[in-house]
């Protein structure tokens, strides 16, 4: 059996002369997608705190990771080569 996955690239708006602003339906109330209640999170219109509190978790602990990765580099390579920089 074969399958197949269809990911939308024009954001399910297409001719580009029916394009309309992001708040048009990503908004709570009065949005053209106000009404979908089909189990679907869509940023901008739905507010769950678990979902929004796990997104900045991951976003804050992945600077802080880059920020450490990029210090340990920076001061790992002065030690290596007597602190003369590369």
């Known amino acids: 059996m074969e399958t197949s996955y269809v ?3 024009t954001h399910m708006v297409a001719p580009k002369d ?3 602003a992001c708040g048009e339906c990503h908004t709570r109330d009065d949005g053209h997608l106000a009404n979908l209640t089909s189990g679907i999170y869509m940023p901008g219109r739905d507010h769950n705190k678990w979902v ?5 978790i991951v976003v804050l602990g992945s600077l802080v990771g880059v920020a450490f990765h990029g210090l340990g580099r920076l001061f790992s390579s002065s030690t290596r080569n007597g602190g003369k920089e590369a």
């Open 18 to 20: 029916n394009v309309v």
């Open 7 to 9: 990911f939308p690239t």
């Open 52 to 56: 929004n509190t796990l997104g900045w």
